[in-house]
T-cell receptor
Framework: NAGVTQTPKFRILKIGQSMTLQCTQDMNHNYMYWYRQDPGMGLKLIYYSVGAGITDKGEVPNGYNVSRSTTEDFPLRLELAAPSQTSVYFC?????????????FGNGTRLTVT | TQLLEQSPQFLSIQEGENLTVYCNSSSVFSSLQWYRQEPGEGPVLLVTVVTGGEVKKLKRLTFQFGDARKDSSLHITAAQPGDTGLYLCAGARYKLSFGAGTTVTVRA
């Protein structure tokens, strides 16, 4: 039982390049989330999904896209990378969207855009 | 501006000392979670408090939810180097909102 797995662990992109951050979970959780973490700013929600085929925007969705074709996978796409997207990205999952449902996080992807 | 303000931002103490981390807001939350994050890893849930005035203990860690459900504290007794990490609070109000975190360093 691996939990939430994110790849890659590190990536450097040039401005304007595109990439997909991969996230997969093996806990059969319906709810999945993408957060970014910047120093001194906490975790900001980018996008979330309540089940396969359903996604919605979080607090900071601009510059990102997501898809959810299966329960297990929730990839995050950056189309035209900008320096402001330099951050650590975390994927998380939970059993259901009760307000106090605990989140299970992956170990993050550290992205640098230069 | 953060919905949840955590203080202090950084805390460095000697092994064996006690410490308290605070999580404050002007908003009321239905519940509050505390996570610990170690370098290179994702946050891991420590506890969820749901009732105003609730106190939960997890070995040397004591969590308290304020009576008005607007604030919370985490107290660590006799801190150990293994307690080093980033402590995050997250309040539930429709969705989870995270504080910026307190970085705790316990020196051996």
């Amino acid at each position: 039982n691996a939990g939430v797995t994110q790849t890659p662990k590190f990536r450097i992109l040039k401005i304007g390049q595109s990439m997909t951050l991969q996230c997969t979970q093996d806990m059969n959780h319906n709810y999945m989330y993408w957060y970014r973490q910047d120093p001194g700013m906490g975790l900001k929600l980018i996008y979330y999904s309540v089940g396969a085929g359903i996604t919605d925007k979080g607090e900071v969705p601009n510059g990102y896209n997501v898809s959810r074709s299966t329960t297990e996978d929730f990839p995050l796409r950056l189309e035209l990378a900008a320096p402001s997207q330099t951050s650590v990205y975390f994927c998380a999952s939970s059993t259901r969207d009760r307000e106090n449902s605990p989140l299970h996080f992956g170990n993050g992807t550290r992205l640098t855009v230069t | 501006t953060q919905l949840l303000e955590q203080s202090p931002q950084f805390l460095s103490i000697q092994e064996g000392e006690n410490l308290t981390v605070y999580c404050n807001s002007s908003s009321v939350f239905s519940s509050l979670q505390w996570y610990r994050q170690e370098p290179g890893e994702g946050p891991v849930l420590l506890v969820t408090v749901v009732t105003g005035g609730e106190v939960k203990k997890l070995k040397r860690l004591t969590f308290q939810f304020g009576d008005a459900r607007k604030d919370s504290s985490l107290h660590i007794t006799a801190a150990q180097p293994g307690d080093t990490g980033l402590y995050l609070c997250a309040g539930a109000r429709y969705k989870l909102s995270f504080g910026a975190g307190t970085t705790v360093t316990v020196r051996a």
